[in-house]
């Protein structure tokens, strides 16, 4: 009988936001679920453990986002490989790393239960130091990575579309988000009985996929600072957490198109782009519309309640960030999706197209994109065939769902709520959101 909390670690590293945001509601949903018998450690693994300069990877992430096609060269590389760990910038990687690694998992690994990796480039040199650590000194008879008993579990966090480094073998379990990634996991020889098939762990304001009706969705317009209304009008234009893409260039020409249509409001999300919400606020509207009707776009920077924007929305457009798009989905929100990272988001853009749930029209022209917007807005069928379709796509259990599954199965942590047994999982939280 363990006495103490369970000691959980979970790695990621600020490359993009999404990494962290898995990283927060795997956290969440392990409070939720098992209280204090859980003690959970949120760690930035590439920062704190890896030597210079691996150590910048996030500051190196957000150069490269401005230089797409060395970051699809970069991300290309190695594809063609059987395993990451067979791959030249692998070795180079854990050579450079290695002894860093080792000096930290040393002291962490005693006093560990659960590694949670949430980053494609962490669980592979984890699990090569607690094998190494596992041998010992070469005086100790030989020992496995399992004698150390400390399980160590991925949870993809790309939705489409998935690295070669997502994948390891030797890790004890495998969260993937869709079927996508679930078949690239089997190619790339990771055990069937490994893998889980769960959805994108998201925060707790997306555990519930229950529609509002029409009053609450009104309601909640209102007290956004929107038009209640009628018809679906609301457009909601997001860039992921860096406010990336040609966010201004786009706000605009939507903003003119529902000017020249004479309804519509727009809701920019710049997240922590300053330089596009004051250029937006500042943005002189002209005409600003015709009689009563004024155009009154919503500008807003980093805002932690995109899902009731999200509710209050019509219809997204973004870049096609796994993140935005598991959360639009679960919203019912048709996404118009208009950039993506090259290799690591494209696959996303089918994961919307093929099931019906969006389109793909590139900000390259910001005025096709608005063009697309106004034949939405006019056919409030499509919309809501769009929205039934992204409700088909949604896992709002997700975090909650590996978290159990990952406790249940390596820590021996049942959960004692009725209704997880009895397999009603997600109703109680779905009720209290409500
Ligand atoms: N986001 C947010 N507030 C903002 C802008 C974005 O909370 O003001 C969230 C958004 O809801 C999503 C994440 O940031 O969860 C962006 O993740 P995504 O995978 O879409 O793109 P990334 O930023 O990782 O490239």
Redesign the pocket.
Same mark, same amino acid.
């Given at each position: 009988v363990h006495q103490r909390p369970r000691q959980i670690h979970i790695y990621f590293s600020d490359t $993009? *936001? *999404?990494h962290r945001?898995s990283a927060l509601s795997l956290e969440a949903a392990l409070k939720k679920l098992y209280g204090n018998q859980v003690s959970v450690t949120l760690v930035d693994f590439i920062r704190h453990a890896m030597p210079w300069p691996l150590s910048q990877a996030p500051e190196t992430y957000q150069t490269l986002g401005h230089f797409p096609s060395v970051y699809k060269r970069a991300w290309d590389y190695d594809q063609d490989s059987e395993t990451w760990c067979d791959t030249t910038s692998y070795k180079m990687m854990w050579s450079y790393c290695r002894e860093s690694v080792l000096n930290y998992l040393e002291q962490a690994a005693l006093e560990l239960d659960l590694i949670i990796s949430v980053h494609p480039l962490i669980h592979h040199v984890v699990i090569e130091a607690l094998e190494e650590l596992a041998r010992g000194s070469g005086s100790q008879p030989p020992a496995s990575r399992q004698d150390l008993c400390l399980p160590v579990v991925t949870v993809v966090t790309d939705l489409g579309s998935a690295h070669l480094s997502w994948f390891d073998p030797r890790a004890d379990m495998l969260f993937v988000p869709s079927q996508e990634i679930y078949q690239a996991a089997i190619k790339r020889g990771v055990p069937r009985r490994k893998i889980h098939l769960c959805g994108l762990p998201l925060r707790e304001g997306f555990w519930c996929a229950d529609p509002v009706s029409p009053d609450q969705k009104r309601q909640l317009q209102a007290q956004l600072g929107l038009r209640p209304t009628e018809r679906p009008e609301v457009v909601l234009l997001?860039g /992921? /957490? +860096?406010g990336?893409g040609r966010l201004l260039d786009v706000a605009c020409a939507i903003g003119d198109t529902l000017i020249g249509l004479g309804y519509g409001q727009l809701v920019v &999300?710049c *997240?922590r782009n300053e330089e596009v919400r004051k250029a937006l606020v500042e943005r002189r509207w002209t005409p600003r519309g015709f009689g009563e009707w004024l155009f009154e776009p919503l500008i807003l920077g980093? &805002?932690?309640n &995109?899902d009731q924007y999200m509710t209050a929305a019509d219809c997204l457009v973004t870049k096609a *960030?796994? $993140?935005?798009i598991a +959360?639009s989905m679960i919203k019912g929100l048709p996404c118009l999706l208009t950039a993506f990272v090259p290799g690591q988001e494209e696959g996303n853009i089918s994961y919307v197209t093929d099931n019906g749930a969006g389109a793909y029209v590139s900000d390259q022209d910001p005025h096709l994109v608005a063009a697309k917007i106004e034949e939405w807005l006019k056919d409030p069928p499509t919309l809501e065939r769009m929205s039934e379709n992204a409700r088909r796509l949604a896992q709002p259990d997700a975090a909650l769902e590996i978290s159990r599954r990952m406790c249940d199965s390596l820590l021996d942590l049942g959960v004692e709520l009725e209704e997880v047994r009895s397999g009603s999982f997600g109703t109680t939280w779905r009720n209290q959101l409500l």
């Open positions: $993009g *936001g *999404g945001a997001m /992921g /957490g +860096e990336f &999300v *997240g980093f &805002v932690t &995109v *960030g796994p $993140g935005s +959360e």
